[in-house]
């Protein structure tokens, strides 16, 4: 089960690489646990054959730990420039009730040069990543549906 454990650590680190397109997460959560935390790949035939040993690795966790969580992996391409947010806010003609100018805040979210995702006035935002790597649109989805 070490073994197991070191080899297939040792083969992802082997294929991943700094500035690679692709990366493996949990297709419900978003979440990268060991042992793909932070990794990147060059190619999807990489980022699927980490996906495989990514699994086998969890699976011989779970030996010793039952309880280990299981996560569905699939392979994401990654943007090639990251998520960007804009906020400006700008004071406006009213007052608020405790004398205070009244304001107002939009907020544009974008990524990848595709145009803009999501632009806002005076709404709440959705935080969109993790340190881990970005959430999942399920994810955010189930955020914007509980209208938080």
Known sequence: MDETLRRTRREIEQ?????GRFSVACADTGERPMPITGTRFETDEDAHRATE???KYRNALREHDP???HYRFV????SPRPLQM???RERTSGI???GLPQTRRSVTIASDGDGEWVEMENAPIVHLSRDD???GDDAVSRQLDSKL
């Not at 392979?75 to 990654?78: D, L, S």
């Open 86 to 88: 804009a906020s400006v």
């Open 75 to 78: 392979v994401n391409e990654e």
């Open 96 to 98: 608020r009730a405790n």
């Open 53 to 55: 040993l990514a699994c």
């Open 67 to 69: 309880d280990v969580p």
């Open 133 to 135: 790597g970005p959430v």
């Open 15 to 19: 294929l991943a690489v700094d500035d």
